[in-house]
């Protein structure tokens, strides 16, 4: 029914347009960190933990702590928190859009069809005085267009979209190892500070006893006033520390309450204690050549300098020519059973040329800035990588700092508890006064309140590691460039 004479001839021109080069910039690739370890040699000589070198970190890190009330509400977190739901459909939609870009190279075929009602003034035909009557019209038939891309202009261009695809991808992934973090340290300061208010509380009992001890030598007269005063004043003074632990105690579970996406008002944490945890005995540590595969935020700056890369090719094509192909058929009729004959049949096949010829210099300029632009990406992605050197060799060296703290820690706690048992025991059969009890029960409520806090370091350095490797699973697989 339809002359098919200008796609005939749109098909034969396509495989000499699609032969074309594409202009594409060569540009300095960033490269690959040579490095072997992340510190110097006998930094790492106290850490504890064995380091299981060239083993990538499993998505679940945190499962490496065995706390199965930490699972649960690392669970939660990553079902109900906002934060990550919106950048998880920030990346949705930049994949869309990376896809609707790929869809812009294809040829764009359409359908059309109009109908109307005309009438052409006398004036229409000139000096003849003739007029036609009113009529009605009706057309249909399809059309195509499409840009054979001579230069690389489109083609570019869908590569910078699906290069921010890939960015949204990697951030999201970035936003899933942060809560994921946030979520491992926020649960283990709700437990260091339930462990410490414990340990407070305890103080406080042994203060209450010894003064009920003092007051009893006071009553039979083997004790003066000052003991009993100094025995209160303690006890206010450890009394006094209860509020701002209680503070601690709150802020902790309302942070943990909005990572999970709960109402602080309508939410309750399980009771967490370190003890909850286990630290692992074997560490698994990538490889720093491997650390930009794994990290998002080194993926994120990597797609980011892939996009400046495309930006600066289509720069680099907007200089030269673009040619736009059409072309499209009729069926015209003035009834609607007139359109299916064949004398009713009209077509167009056209092609478009523009050129820059002056622009006043703007399209160099726009080409200079996306290299400049190319280069500060560059520069971004080689400090990207290098912070994350740094940040894996801190959480190392602090991990086997605290392993020397713990330790330290463990048998200063050992010896205050043996201390102030010996001078209770002393106290009761007068061989010592109040002064030298109470300068063992500090020594002792100091020592415990360290082990706690060393203990609580320790873990949260260990996460900080775990995070500082980078590793996230993949929720989604971005547009390939």
């Known amino acids: 029914m339809f002359n098919e004479s200008p796609f005939k001839v749109l098909a034969i021109l396509t495989p000499f347009m699609l032969s074309a080069c594409s202009i594409s910039p060569e540009l300095k690739t960033p490269a690959v960190p040579q490095v072997t370890t992340y510190t110097h040699e006998g930094e790492l000589v106290s850490l504890d933990q064995k380091l299981s070198m060239g083993n990538r970190i499993a998505g679940d890190w945190w499962s490496l702590f065995s706390s199965k009330p930490l699972d649960s509400l690392i669970r939660q977190a990553i079902a109900s928190n906002h934060d990550l739901a919106t950048a998880e459909e920030t990346m949705k939609q930049a ?10 190279l294809m040829p764009q075929v359409a359908l059309n069809g109009a109908a109307g009602r005309q009438r052409y003034g006398v004036a229409m ?24 891309d001579l230069f690389g202009a489109a083609h ?10 890939a960015y949204e991808a ?14 491992v340290a926020e649960t283990l300061e709700l437990a260091s500070a339930n462990d410490e208010l414990d340990t407070i509380k305890g103080i406080v009992t042994n203060d209450e006893q010894i003064l009920t001890l003092v007051e009893h030598a006071y009553s039979t007269g083997t004790s003066s006033s000052t003991d009993v005063l100094n025995a209160k004043e303690q006890l206010l003074a450890d009394r006094a520390m209860l509020p701002a632990m209680e503070n601690r105690l709150s802020a902790s579970r309302h942070s943990l309450a909005i990572l999970v996406g709960q109402s602080p008002s309508e939410w309750t944490p399980p009771q967490m204690r370190l003890a909850n945890f286990s630290l692992p005995a074997s560490i698994p540590l990538s490889l720093p050549s491997d650390l930009a595969k794994n990290r998002p935020d080194v993926l994120a700056a990597q797609a980011n300098l892939d996009a400046a890369a495309a930006a600066f090719g289509v720069a680099s094509a907007n200089l030269y020519p673009n040619v736009v192909l059409s072309a499209n058929m009729l069926q015209e009729a003035l009834t609607p059973a007139g359109l299916l004959k064949g004398a009713a049949e009209a077509w167009a096949l056209a092609a478009s040329v523009s050129a820059p010829i002056f622009d006043g210099g703007t399209l160099s300029a726009q080409k200079r800035e996306a290299r400049h632009a190319y280069n500060a990406a560059l520069s971004s992605y080689q400090q990207v990588v290098l912070n994350a050197f740094g940040e894996v ?5 602090s991990l086997a700092n605290d392993d020397a703290s713990v330790s330290i820690q463990n048998s200063a706690a050992d010896a205050a508890g043996r201390t102030l048992e010996i001078a209770m025991n002393k106290y009761r059969v007068g061989e010592i006064g109040l002064m030298e009890v109470q300068n063992a029960q500090r020594y002792y409520a ?13 873990y949260l350095d260990c996460a900080k590691l775990f995070v500082a490797l980078g590793n996230a699973p993949v929720q989604a697989t971005p547009p390939a460039n």
């Open 95 to 104: 994949q869309e859009a990376a896809n609707a870009a790929d869809g812009s």
């Open 125 to 148: 035909f000139g000096p003849s005085n003739f007029s036609i009557p009113p009529f009605s019209y009706y057309e249909v038939g399809p059309s195509i267009s499409w840009s054979p």
């Open 156 to 165: 570019h261009a869908v590569d910078e979209q699906k290069a921010q695809a």
């Open 170 to 183: 990697h951030r999201f992934d970035a936003a899933y190892l942060t809560l994921t973090g946030n979520t």
């Open 393 to 397: 060799a801190d959480a190392l060296t």
């Open 446 to 458: 100091q020592a415990q309140l360290g082990l706690i806090q060393a203990r609580h370091q320790q």
